[in-house]
């Protein structure tokens, strides 16, 4: 599956922004989602993930509450909407696919390494 993360911007602390992540080259509801982030110096980190039919959702605990992953099979695209958003957020934000179950028991989805498609990434700027 190929993936193109779109979205970002640069946007003052309290705001919101809604990230898309469009898919093709395969049915998506097969793929986990995930968006992970990169601020500069920092390694990739979990930010939230859901399941091919969008009925499970996790996110991380420093998003929790404020960001919101979902998914629209028919449209072949994931959102990220991120809302109250603080310097801290700031980063580059990647949509990431992979065909493995969710519920394996492993949390996998919370690892870069386990996922076999990226998205290019979105720049997100939150200034304060």
């Known amino acids: 599956v190929q993936l193109q993360a779109s979205g970002g911007g640069l946007v003052q602390a309290g705001g919101s922004l809604r990230l898309s992540c469009a898919a093709s080259?395969?049915?998506?509801?097969?793929?986990?989602m995930g968006w992970f982030r990169q601020a500069p110096g920092k390694e990739r980190e979990f930010v939230a993930a859901?399941?091919?039919?969008?009925?499970?959702?996790f996110h991380a605990d420093s998003v929790k509450g404020r960001f919101t992953i979902s998914r629209d099979s028919a449209k072949n695209t994931g959102y990220l909407q991120m809302n109250s958003l603080k310097s801290e957020d700031t980063g580059v934000y990647y949509c990431?696919?992979?065909?493995?179950?969710?519920?394996?028991?492993?949390?996998?989805?919370?690892?870069?390494?386990?996922?076999?498609?990226w998205g290019q990434g979105t720049q997100v700027t939150v200034s304060s």
């Open positions: 990431a696919a992979d065909g493995k179950p969710m519920r394996n028991g492993s949390g996998w989805y919370k690892r870069p390494s386990d996922f076999g498609s």
């Open positions: 080259g395969s049915t998506f509801s097969n793929y986990v």
């Open positions: 859901i399941s091919g039919n969008g009925a499970i959702t």
